[in-house]
């Protein structure tokens, strides 16, 4: 919590004044933060659910040195929560995998959308027995989904969905509490609970099993963030779910992708912003007059002529949901990234499409996306007079090195064509004359035979 708000407070907190809130700058002393830890549900029998409120204040000391207080921008931390929750979750899974041993794994609870990451190795019945309250919202929440297709004739898209798991998870509340239990009486009676659902051998072994799974996960999955293929992901979920989009839904998208590919294991501080970084140099192009940015492929497909042409055929199935279309598309990214660094490998030509080396550095001034983008059309003009000189180049070393196939052929036909037409060489008769001071006997040869 405290990393998440110390993020909130460099990053993303500002202070507005003037007319329409049109002044802002970032705040000087932080934010004033109220912090509650809550160790249960709201179900209406109490399951553990560990979780953390936080209150932010509205006020917040103005950075001109003057001591007065101003008003905090709400808006700015309103549209940076998720990507606040996503940061969260990231060094909460982290702090448990150091802590206990313990590794993460994406479980798919509703078919065709996002996994939520739980501890490997946990009995799903007890992770039955503790999500009753989710049950109730699921519940809800396919009525709710099943009215919203019915009005708009369509799947509801990530902020209608989020809408509506908001509105089930209303409906279904149930009132608060009003007698306090210490977290040691919620524990015994927790336990008590489930070895009556699951049993005490699940219960006892919970953390031995944890542990071993863990082991398991860790030895199966590399920890290994691979910048551009996680690009490439990033870049692909984003742009089918959303179209358009902006920097922090892209930044909320990178940390979700570290923890699938980390399971727990400690990130490098500032790999999300790197990752973000690369989609918006090499894999976005502006949208409009505002911070807007949308999918630009032609880094990996500069035969693209028609706009995003390559990711259209991936998205069109309307019967899959939402999420499985940004799936598929950020598999079929993958695998022209690993396709083009295979080629690479092999040594074979210089291709039009270039895909940056993973951390590698970018010297000299930042340039705008009015020039980033202007240089990227001339590189890729450079590349494809290149790729047409290569292929010239190709196909006359290729008749050169079919003409001198033929007149070999050619030769060796002519040689093979006067051996069978030469005359055999006659064999010359045997010479009966003896060499001088050699007298043979009458009837008899050299040898001592019979003639």
């Known amino acids: 919590m405290d990393k998440m708000l110390k993020w909130l407070e460099e990053s993303v907190a500002q202070i507005r004044w003037g007319s329409g809130g049109k002044h802002r700058a970032p705040v000087k002393d932080g934010l004033i933060v109220a912090?509650?830890?809550?160790?249960?549900?709201?179900?209406?029998?109490?399951?553990?659910?560990?979780?953390?409120?936080?209150?932010?204040?509205?006020?917040?000391?103005?950075?001109?040195?003057?001591?007065?207080?101003?008003?905090?921008?709400?808006?700015?931390?309103?549209?940076?929560?998720?990507?606040?929750?996503?940061?969260?979750?990231?060094?909460?899974?982290?702090?448990?995998?150091?802590?206990?041993?313990?590794?993460?794994?994406?479980?798919?609870?509703?078919?065709?959308?996002?996994?939520?990451?739980?501890?490997?190795?946990?009995?799903?019945?007890?992770?039955?027995?503790?999500?009753?309250?989710?049950?109730?919202?699921?519940?809800?929440?396919f009525v709710f989904t099943a009215e919203y297709m019915e009005e708009h004739g369509h799947e509801p898209g990530e902020r209608a969905a989020y809408g509506l798991a908001c509105r089930a998870a209303d409906r279904t509340r149930p009132p608060k509490r009003t007698e306090p239990r210490s977290l040691s009486e919620l524990r015994e009676r927790w336990r008590e609970s489930a070895i009556a659902a699951v049993g005490a051998d699940v219960v006892n072994r919970l953390a031995q099993r944890a542990r071993a799974a863990a082991a398991a996960v860790w030895a199966r999955v590399r920890p290994v963030v691979d910048i551009v293929l996680a690009a490439v992901d990033v870049v692909a979920v984003v742009y089918v779910m959303r179209g358009a989009f902006k920097r922090h839904h892209l930044l909320a998208e990178a940390r979700r992708h570290l923890s699938y590919v980390l399971r727990g294991r400690p990130h490098e501080p500032g790999l999300d912003e790197r990752i973000v970084q690369t989609v918006l140099d090499d894999f976005t192009r502006p949208v409009g007059r505002g911070l807007a940015v949308t999918a630009d492929l032609r880094a990996l497909y500069p035969r693209d002529t028609d706009?995003?042409?390559?990711?259209?055929?991936?998205?069109?199935?309307?019967?899959?949901?939402?999420?499985?279309?940004?799936?598929?598309?950020?598999?079929?990214?993958?695998?022209?990234?690993?396709?083009?660094?295979?080629?690479?490998?092999?040594?074979?030509?210089?291709?039009?499409?270039?895909?940056?080396?993973?951390?590698a550095s970018r010297s000299g001034p930042r340039l705008s996306r009015t020039d980033r983008k202007a240089g990227r059309d001339q590189e890729q003009q450079q590349e494809t007079d290149v790729a047409a000189l290569e292929q010239t180049r190709s196909t006359i070393e290729a008749v050169a090195l079919m003409a001198v196939s033929l007149q070999d052929g050619v030769r060796e036909r002519d040689v093979a064509r006067r051996l069978r037409q030469r005359p055999a060489p006659a064999t010359p008769a045997p010479s009966h004359t003896s060499p001088p001071g050699v007298?043979?006997?009458?009837?008899?040869?050299?040898?001592?035979?019979?003639?």
């Open 35 to 141: 912090v509650f830890r809550h160790h249960e549900s709201r179900a209406a029998e109490s399951k553990p659910l560990l979780h953390d409120h936080a209150v932010v204040s509205i006020r917040a000391r103005r950075p001109d040195g003057s001591g007065t207080w101003g008003n905090v921008s709400a808006d700015s931390l309103l549209a940076h929560i998720v990507v606040a929750d996503t940061l969260y979750l990231l060094y909460f899974m982290e702090e448990v995998s150091a802590r206990l041993g313990w590794a993460w794994e994406p479980r798919e609870v509703t078919p065709g959308r996002r996994p939520v990451m739980e501890i490997a190795g946990i009995d799903r019945r007890l992770i039955g027995w503790q999500s009753t309250r989710r049950q109730q919202i699921e519940e809800a929440l």
């Open 307 to 359: 706009d995003q042409a390559v990711l259209r055929p991936l998205t069109r199935n309307r019967m899959l949901p939402l999420y499985a279309r940004a799936r598929r598309a950020a598999g079929a990214l993958s695998a022209r990234v690993h396709t083009v660094r295979r080629s690479e490998r092999l040594g074979s030509r210089a291709r039009p499409h270039t895909v940056a080396v993973p951390g």
């Open 439 to 451: 007298q043979s006997a009458s009837g008899r040869t050299p040898s001592g035979g019979l003639a």
